[in-house]
């Protein structure tokens, strides 16, 4: 017969056993980490994305079902590094009582010339593969019994990931330092640019929620004429009417749509992070030649 000590621990072990069997609930804050959880879970969780292909995280409005979606979820994945300014809001207000796992912990971020943090880090194919040794963990952590997959997966897709990085390398390796001066939107592509080589521009600074003056839209087009800068790219998640009329006054060509902030739809160029990073650096390598 159970002792009563061992009836109380049976009570107590039997809860979590059922739990740990259960592959939990993530729900990722934009489209790049709902792939990259995609990749590491596949076959056991289905992350569900609060901001969606095409959508801008910066200026993101949480709707009702989002909110129950964060209430009963068991992780919720960020970004993190402030590129996600609504989620401690958000989840307070849906009482989320589940795990934070952010994709950027231990990264290095890169500082802005007004002291802020550029929170773009996931255009660094090197910084990804920290995100998903991140992921990986956190999946682990919550659902010990998905261990073997988790690990398996992540395994190879830090492969694809340490592939990619080095044909991005060798894309670039034909072109010269000081040809490699493209203009974007927003300022999304620093950690890429630190990484690879290039130096960009861009009108709106860090978020898309910012304008530019007239005065530094005219500084802006001097440095274009000034640095020769080689071609202007449209983002796919802002309309891209600032880079038409510099276009315009300053006689740079738009060299096409990179995909910055969020993944295209299913069926577009950018429907995989990797995907975005190849189809990104082909269009700007094009560009550049
Ligand atoms: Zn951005």
């Known amino acids: 017969m159970l002792s009563r000590r061992h009836a109380i621990a049976l009570a107590v072990l039997l809860p979590s056993i059922a739990r740990a069997a259960t592959p939990p609930k993530v ?35 949480p709707k009702p079902s989002d909110l129950r979606a964060v209430a009963s979820a068991d992780l ?28 950027s912990a231990g990264i290095t971020p890169i500082k802005t010339e007004d002291g802020g943090i550029d929170p773009h880090a996931f255009q660094n194919v090197r910084h990804v593969m920290r995100y998903v040794g991140n992921l990986r963990d956190g999946l682990l952590a ?25 044909d991005i390398r060798a894309a670039w390796a034909p072109i010269p330092r000081n040809q490699r001066r493209i203009m974007t939107s927003h300022d999304a592509l620093s950690y890429y640019g ?14 898309t929620e910012s304008e530019p003056s007239a005065k530094e839209l005219r500084g802006l087009i001097a ?3 000034a640095q020769q800068v080689r ?10 009417a600032i880079l038409r009329q510099i276009e315009r006054e300053a006689g740079a060509k738009i060299g096409g749509t990179l995909f910055s902030d969020a993944l295209s739809a299913s069926g577009g160029p950018a429907a995989t992070y990797l995907d975005l990073m190849r189809h990104n650096t082909a269009a700007m390598v094009a560009a550049a030649k």
């Open 76 to 103: 919720l994945v960020t970004n993190g590094l402030g590129f996600e300014g609504w989620m401690d809001r958000m989840a307070d207000a849906a009482g989320f009582k589940g795990t934070r796992v952010v994709a």
């Open 231 to 240: 071609a202007l790219f449209i983002e796919n998640i802002s309309n891209g």
């Open 27 to 61: 729900v990722a804050s934009f489209s790049i980490l709902g792939d990259l959880v995609r990749e590491i879970g596949r076959g056991r969780v289905e992350p569900m994305v609060l901001v969606g292909p095409d959508q801008d995280a910066h200026t993101y409005q």
């Open 194 to 207: 630190a990484e690879y080589g290039v130096t960009f521009l861009a009108p709106q600074g860090l978020s």
């Open 142 to 166: 919550a659902d010990p019994a998905g261990k073997d997959i988790y690990q398996r997966q992540a395994g190879s897709y830090l492969d694809r990931l340490g592939k990619l990085d080095s």
């Open 223 to 225: 440095q274009i004429r």
